[in-house]
């Protein structure tokens, strides 16, 4: 997996009004897998599916 975001990974919609963070889609980050790692401040971050198809952020 690339460490870059494609262009239109991370979209803004221009009806929004002031500065709302990027939306990135959950797709564009795991692809066909179920995790990813986050590096953050020199620390790694795991970001999981479970099975109940939730977000879950470890360290």
């Known amino acids: 997996m690339s460490d870059t975001l494609a262009p239109a990974a991370a979209s803004r919609d221009p009806a929004e009004a002031g500065d709302a ?25 795991r970001l999981r599916v479970t099975s109940n198809g939730k977000l879950i952020l470890t360290k």
């Not at 990027?22 to 995790?35: A, D, I, Q």
């Open 21 to 45: 963070p990027p939306r990135l889609s959950s797709r564009s980050l795991f692809g066909t897998g179920r995790e990813v790692i986050i590096e953050h401040d020199g620390a790694d971050y």
